[in-house]
Nanobody, 124 residues
Framework: QVQLVESGGGLVQAGGPMRLACAASGRTFSSNAMGWFRQAPGKEREFVVGINWSAGNTSYADSVKGRFTISRNNAKNTVYLQMNSLKPEDTAVYYC?????????????????WGQGTQVTVSS
């Protein structure tokens, strides 16, 4: 089992930055691929960004390219999501997810482990 715990959400003004963190524990070798998803009220959960933990390659949704950056700290088993130039439409619950192998997947059902989510609210 892999446990994922997100932190760093909250309220921010449009145009501002925010950083989320996702700490993994447990059988972390089973989480070579990690991703961030988000879900706004009344909408489906959508892919934001993914990272191949071992190789470091990444994949971004078009809506966040150039504004969001994913990074990792291997020693801390933690993945970070730096969000800049936030927009009201970025408001959602952000979830960290993991799966054992990297396939560049953007489909929520292909991820096995999930965190509890953290709310990000961007005010206009």
């Amino acid at each position: 089992q892999v446990q994922l715990v997100e932190s760093g959400g909250g309220l921010v003004q449009a145009g501002g930055p925010m950083r989320l963190a996702c700490a993994a524990s447990g059988r972390t070798f089973s989480s070579n691929a990690m991703g961030w998803f988000r879900q706004a009220p009344g909408k489906e959960r959508e892919f934001v960004v993914g990272i191949n933990w071992s190789a470091g390659n990444t994949s971004y949704a078009d809506s966040v390219k150039g504004r969001f950056t994913i990074s990792r700290n291997n020693a801390k088993n933690t993945v970070y999501l730096q969000m800049n130039s936030l927009k009201p439409e970025d408001t959602a619950v952000y979830y960290c997810a993991a799966r054992s192998t990297w396939k560049g997947s953007i489909v929520p059902n292909e991820y096995v482990y999930w965190g509890q989510g953290t709310q990000v609210t961007v005010s206009s």
